[in-house]
């Protein structure tokens, strides 16, 4: 029997992170939500989930810090990690933090519809 995906979402807008974990299930994954970045890295750690959908701007540990702290890992070192977020890459240390700590993908929500970014999320589980 195949089991579902697990997919960290580390969003704090409700209304976004709903709509996500919706379709989410509805194409067979297992969403795990974390409402700020603390909570994101203690979940990735602890539930290792299959990919991590990551916002940047997010309350106690923000994104780059909790991409850090999950890369510094050695599950984390090797999870696939989609950046979505409406900080765009342009400040010298956030592109050199992204470089350094590799994210699959870096999405910025007005750019991506949710169901898109479902689509590269099959792309990289390879669904």
């Known amino acids: 029997m195949k089991t579902q995906k697990t997919?960290?979402?580390v969003e704090d807008e409700k209304s976004l992170c709903k709509a996500i974990v919706d379709?989410?299930?509805r194409n067979n994954f297992l969403p795990i939500e974390a409402?700020?970045?603390?909570e994101g890295v203690e979940l990735a750690l602890s539930r290792h989930p299959d990919l991590i959908l990551l916002d940047l701007i997010i309350p106690e540990v923000d994104g780059i810090t909790a991409l850090k702290k999950i890369r510094a890992d050695a599950w984390g070192?090797?999870?696939?990690?989609?950046?979505?977020?409406?900080?765009?890459?342009?400040?010298e240390?956030?592109?050199d933090d992204i470089v350094t700590h590799k994210p699959?993908?870096?999405?910025i929500k007005s750019d991506w519809k949710i169901q898109d970014v479902v689509a590269k999320i099959q792309e990289i589980l390879g669904k």
């Open 104 to 107: 699959m993908n870096y999405l």
């Open 23 to 25: 379709i989410l299930s």
């Open 77 to 91: 070192a090797r999870v696939p990690i989609i950046i979505l977020t409406n900080v765009s890459a342009t400040n």
């Open 7 to 9: 997919i960290l979402v």
């Open 93 to 95: 240390q956030l592109v």
């Open 35 to 38: 409402k700020n970045g603390k």
